[in-house]
């Protein structure tokens, strides 16, 4: 487990003082899939520097699986950090060196035996697909199969969690899609938490299992994915899966139901046709957290409709009116 607790970070720039992080709490469970989000100079950065150890925050502790990491010795927190597995946006690679040497090279650091070390980078090799580029260099690989060695170098000291700060912004939208699939089974075979800072929603929508929204240096929500999507107060739910999007409705209101789980889906609207006469006014499925979401935006003509559809909500079956 990972947490924050009450980080506070200040810059000081020509006479002024910039709060990247105010009072940030939070924390990333075991075998999460974390997604920080926010705007540019929301604080991501900071937060992602602060959480590998690159910087230290002003006040506030940073507790990784039980270590206290800012009160260590300089000695101990430097052993701390192998154990903090780090995505770099520009993949921060030797050139000098292969694939395999590159990711290699922390087991080097570490003092691993050699016949060990080529064991591991072996399987890490296999792991990110790259096992026929073991003997290419940097200059010899595209922009993914570099950041895949980037990320088979974060896990070559089993770290417990792997930390990306807008790692596929130099890479193009398929590759992107690519990196991130990787980064899921990473989460998911390997069981290790992956903490993702992106701008982009969608990207998150897709495979983050939490969600943490910052905005000027603070936290301002997080949770579930799948509970800000269906939370209708929840604004980072909304700009993850926007609400109510269609055209003007005739009938007596306006009703988004959001189903989970395709058991749900795929009778619903038949079964409520049983009992009223509504006109679907949008539907589509999403992909969310690796489950399938139906959302359908319905007009309803009356009272009755209204009862029919507030009696089928449940714990899979989420209604809200416009
Ligand atoms: N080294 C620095 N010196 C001064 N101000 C900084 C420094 N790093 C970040 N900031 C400021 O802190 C705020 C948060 O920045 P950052 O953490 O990079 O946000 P993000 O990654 O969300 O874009 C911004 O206002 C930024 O200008
Ligand atoms: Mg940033």
């Given at each position: 487990?990972?947490e ?10 020509r006479g ?5 992080l ?11 899939l974390?997604g920080i989000?926010?705007?540019s100079?929301?604080?991501?950065s900071t937060l992602f520097r602060i959480?590998?150890?690159?910087q230290?925050?002003?006040s506030?502790?940073v507790?990784?699986?039980g270590d206290d ?17 780090i995505?770099f946006?520009?993949?921060n690679?030797?050139h000098?060196r292969t694939?395999?040497?590159n ?16 064991q591991?980078v072996g399987d ?10 073991a003997?290419n ?7 993914g199969q570099?950041?895949?060695?980037g ?6 000291s ?7 700060d807008e ?6 939208g398929?590759t992107t899609?690519?990196?991130?699939d ?5 989460n998911?075979e ?7 800072i ?22 301002v ?5 799948l509970s800000l999507?269906?939370d ?8 993850l899966?926007p609400?109510f ?7 007596i ?5 959001t189903?989970?789980?395709e058991?749900h ?7 409520y ?5 509504y006109?679907v ?5 999403y ?8 959302r359908y935006?319905?007009d309803?003509?009356?009272e009755?409709?209204v ?7 449940s714990d899979?079956?989420?209604v809200?009116?416009?």
């Open positions: 487990m990972l924050v607790l009450s980080v506070t970070k200040t810059y000081r720039q002024r003082t910039i709060t990247a105010d009072d940030v709490s939070l924390t990333i469970p075991d075998g999460a974390y989000a926010g705007r100079g929301a604080g991501k959480l590998t150890a690159l230290r925050p002003d506030g502790k507790v990784i699986d990491l800012f009160s260590l010795s300089r000695r101990a927190l430097r052993e701390r950090r192998r154990k903090i597995g995505v946006q520009q993949f690679l030797l000098g694939a395999a040497q990711i290699e090279f922390p087991l080097e650091l570490a003092g691993v035996p050699a016949e060990q070390r080529r591991r890490l090799l296999d792991l990110v697909g790259l096992a026929d580029r003997d260099y940097p200059s010899q690989l595209s922009g570099k950041q895949r060695v990320i088979a170098r974060a896990l070559a089993e770290p417990s969690v792997l930390l990306s790692a596929t912004s130099a890479l193009d398929e899609k690519q990196i991130l990787l980064l899921s089974q990473v998911r390997l069981g290790v938490s992956v903490v993702i992106t701008h982009e929603l969608d990207i998150l929508r897709r495979h983050a299992s939490h969600v943490a929204a910052f905005d000027g240096g603070r936290l929500e997080d949770g579930p994915v999507i269906t209708p107060a929840s604004r980072i739910g909304h700009d899966l609400r999007t269609s055209a003007p409705s005739h009938g209101r306006r009703a988004l139901v189903l989970r789980g058991e889906a795929a009778g619903f609207l038949a079964d046709g049983k009992d009223a006469d006109r006014l949008s539907g589509a499925v992909d969310v957290v690796g489950e399938h979401l139906a935006e319905l309803l003509p009356d009755a409709a009862a029919a559809l507030d009696s089928r909500s899979a079956i989420t809200e009116y416009a």
